[in-house]
């Protein structure tokens, strides 16, 4: 129990840096940017901020926490959650490191098909959710 | 520089922050301070789910650990699926330090299609459960956990017929 907690610790541990920087970081831009700029930039085009969230490539915690900052400002559901799917399974950026690792045909595969498969995933949940 | 390289990228991100604020402390205080408001306002919803996804990683990692994994989820393809989809989301970053693992679970009988839907479950991650469900709610990150962990099963599937008939 004790190596258990100890490696919970030390995970949560490693992230929370990150996590309160990224607040941080978030409460500053909340209060200086207007409410506006995301309905603008985030324009309900659910294949751009699906590609916005593609070349992010960025750990989860912070595509939670500007999703949600989008959300407030009236972003439709659909388009956080492909933004928040693509942010975390598309990692454009990443395809030539992931190519050496495991082969460029199955990097642009999975890329690809993780790009679709966000769009996908986006609208079953706003669907399940909405009937649930 | 030697210290300089012991510090993580994620701290390195903290301190960063922290200096911005501080210099902003000194060009623009009500700034400053409205900005540390909001941040408190966040903070204090976080902390109790904080304190539960750690309570719920503690569980996990008594009763959850590698040997009983490849004891009980190395058998057939049905457990290999499980084990993709179960290792992606216990596995943590850097990425780069699960690609020898990958290449040698690909020479046990792990096919491409496995190692997608591993990929794509590190997208579910456990520490970040905190701000997800401060967010969006319980429902809606269960909701969303349950389609990708399917997602990523359909996609490993995807994956071995595209790279069957290209390769």
Redesign the interface.
């Known amino acids: 129990?004790k190596?258990?907690?100890i490696?919970?610790?030390e995970?949560?541990g490693?992230?929370?840096?990150?996590?309160?920087?990224t607040?941080?970081?978030?409460?500053?831009l909340?209060?200086?940017i207007p409410e506006s700029f995301y309905t603008r930039f985030f324009n309900k085009n659910i294949i751009f901020d699906s590609f916005i969230g593609s070349i992010s490539a960025g750990?989860?915690?912070i595509s939670?926490?500007l999703?949600?900052?989008m959300?407030k400002q009236g972003i439709s559901l659909i388009a956080v959650?492909t933004f928040?799917?693509t942010w975390?399974?598309v990692g454009f950026i990443?395809i030539p490191?992931e190519s050496i690792?495991?082969?460029r045909?199955?990097a642009i595969?999975?890329n690809l098909?993780?790009f679709v498969?966000s769009i996908?995933?986006a609208f079953?949940?706003v669907l399940?959710?909405n009937i649930? | 520089m030697l210290q300089l390289k012991k510090i993580s990228g994620a701290w390195f991100f903290f301190i960063l922050i922290v200096t911005l604020y501080l210099f902003l402390f000194f060009v623009n205080p009500s700034l400053c301070i409205s900005s540390l408001i909001f941040f408190r306002q966040i903070l204090i919803k976080i902390i109790p789910i904080f304190l539960l996804v750690w309570f719920l990683m503690v569980i996990a990692n008594y009763f959850i650990t590698p040997k009983f994994v490849f004891k009980y989820f190395d058998k057939n393809g049905v457990n290999k699926w499980l084990f993709a989809v179960i290792g992606g989301i216990l596995s943590e970053d850097p990425i780069y330090m699960w690609y020898p693992l990958l290449a040698d679970l690909r020479k046990k009988g792990f096919n491409y299609g496995f190692v997608a839907c591993f990929l794509y479950n590190r997208a579910i991650k456990l520490p970040v459960l905190p701000a997800a469900i401060y967010y969006f709610g319980w429902k809606y990150i269960l909701i969303l956990a349950l389609i990708m962990i399917i997602a990523s099963i359909s996609q490993g599937v995807i994956i071995n017929k595209l790279i069957k008939e290209k390769l």
């Open positions: 129990m190596k258990a907690i490696k919970a610790t995970s949560l490693k992230v929370l840096p990150l996590i309160l920087g607040i941080l970081l978030v409460s500053l909340t209060i200086i750990t989860p915690i939670y926490i999703g949600g900052e959300l959650t928040l799917v975390v399974t990443q490191t690792a495991l082969g045909k199955f595969l999975r098909s993780a498969l996908i995933v079953t949940t399940i959710l649930v």
